[in-house]
């Protein structure tokens, strides 16, 4: 029988949702006699050791993953369960996406100790988040709320809220979900308010390219609209060659048929895909948004990130030293 070695950052989060993901194979396995035992391995990564600063200090790439793959890549694992907005937009060679499961809600949401809207939140209210995305979109609506960071796993961002005087923390729907905390969400941001992150309520499931037992295992798992719309978020973000020093965004959804208008015969068998993104400033003063709507989910990410270059998230990003990239690859925060 064969011992499958799963990696996993060791938060709580994080080992809540291996554990549901692995809980889900062990049955896929049974049911196609596939012989195996999984046994979870924790990984301590850099963006897990530096709790002091905030990410858009700690500055790079892949801070929550780095650690993983290379784990994945010497043999020391056999697969990963990555939150999909941390995984970088470039992939390990060698390593491949053997599943990409249903998501979890993608909207941001509030934890407040008063009022339950971001508009009935008191003048000058201390809001903590450590992601410059939320930030900018919440001084945005609300120029004279307090935005201060707060770093740390879930329940440690929770006990803050209780004890550092924080009228609100901001953090992902889907956290919250897969821990069984849903009953401390105050209030939803929607995307209209706030975009999510890239991959936002996603996972990501990661194993060896030339496993091709384990990816025939993984890709029972594959839940293909998700897949779609992390694609279309994920060729967005790639183009702009964004990290966590600018506030970036992005949130697709598939259309019903009618929703797309009309469409060639060709063309009916590809979902539609509604696609939309946000570039701006981290304090709020400077925001391009749009949407764009079509079939071909690198194609989409591609021409929503080249209408806010254009519009002014270029001359942004130039302004923090990031240059977005000339590629056609396709395809992070609690």
Known sequence: MRTIKVGTRQSALALTQTGQVVDRLQQLAAETGFECRFEIVKIVTKGDRILDVTLSKVGGKGLFVKEIEQALLSGEIDMAVHSMKDVPSERQPGLVLGAVPKREDPRDVLITNGPKELDALPQGARVGTSSLRR????????????????????DSRLRKLEGEGFDAIVLAAAGLARMGWGDRISGYLPPELCIPAVGQGALGIECRADDAGLRGLLAQLQHEPTALAVRAERAFLARLNGGCQVPIGAHAVLLEPDAAGSASPAAEAAPAIRLVGMVGRPDGSELYRSS???????????????????????????????????????????
């Open 135 to 154: 930030q900018a979109q919440l001084l945005a609506n609300r120029p004279d709320l307090r935005v201060e960071p707060v770093r740390g796993n879930i």
């Open 292 to 334: 764009v709507s079509g079939t071909d989910p690198e194609r989409l990410g591609r021409e929503l990130a080249e209408e806010l270059l254009a519009r002014g998230g270029g001359r942004i990003l130039a302004e923090y030293g990031l240059a977005a990239e000339e590629s056609e690859t396709s395809p992070e925060e609690v």
